[in-house]
């Protein structure tokens, strides 16, 4: 299965100079739990909000005063996009990541594949293997 499938929804960015409270902002407004950072239009880190719980909030820090680059993961685990599912979800394990953004051959990023979203493209296949043995039962070809 190709990852251009999850490249349909807006990747949201953010500066690595913004304040924590203007990511948290974002986070809200795309409804979203991760961001990519960009440095002159190049991903340089993946913030989260488990990183600002953790890392901000859990640590007593303003978030008006911090800034995404203090608390981002630098470098994050990227994957091109015409690489396979299952580069995906070996690159996912060795890493021990749930969110990897997925590049272009120019290193731009152009969508975010999350644990969650192949947790949903694992049900829809269980769903649609069900549905064609239940057929396949009902008709009496099983």
Same mark, same amino acid.
């Given at each position: +299965?190709?990852?251009?499938?999850?490249?349909?929804?807006? $990747?949201?960015?953010?500066?690595?100079?913004?304040?924590? +409270? =203007?990511?948290?902002?974002?986070?809200?407004?795309?409804?979203?739990?991760?961001?990519?950072? =960009?440095?002159?239009?190049?991903?340089?880190?993946?913030? #989260?909000?488990?990183?600002?719980?953790?890392?901000? #909030?859990?640590?007593?820090?303003?978030? =008006?005063? #911090?800034?995404?680059? =203090?608390?981002?993961?630098?470098?994050?685990?990227?994957?091109?996009?015409?690489?396979?599912?299952?580069?995906?979800?070996?690159?996912?394990?060795?890493?021990?990541?749930?969110?990897?953004?997925?590049?272009?051959?120019?290193?731009?990023?152009?969508?975010? $594949?999350?644990?969650?979203?192949?947790?949903?493209?694992?049900?829809?296949?269980?769903?649609?293997?069900?549905?064609?043995?239940?057929?396949?039962?009902?008709?009496?070809?099983?």
């Amino acid at each position: +299965m190709s990852l251009h499938k999850f490249c349909q929804r807006l $990747v949201v960015t953010v500066t690595q100079e913004r304040s924590i +409270m =203007e990511a948290c902002r974002l986070l809200e407004e795309n409804n979203v739990g991760c961001m990519v950072v =960009e440095d002159n239009g190049r991903i340089c880190g993946i913030l #989260t909000d488990r990183d600002i719980a953790l890392k901000v #909030t859990g640590k007593g820090k303003d978030p =008006e005063q #911090t800034k995404v680059h =203090e608390i981002m993961t630098a470098d994050p685990v990227c994957i091109s996009v015409d690489k396979s599912l299952h580069d995906l979800t070996s690159l996912m394990h060795s890493h021990h990541v749930r969110r990897v953004p997925i590049v272009d051959g120019f290193d731009e990023v152009i969508g975010i $594949v999350t644990l969650d979203d192949l947790i949903a493209l694992i049900g829809d296949e269980m769903s649609d293997i069900g549905g064609t043995v239940s057929e396949a039962f009902f008709m009496g070809t099983a």
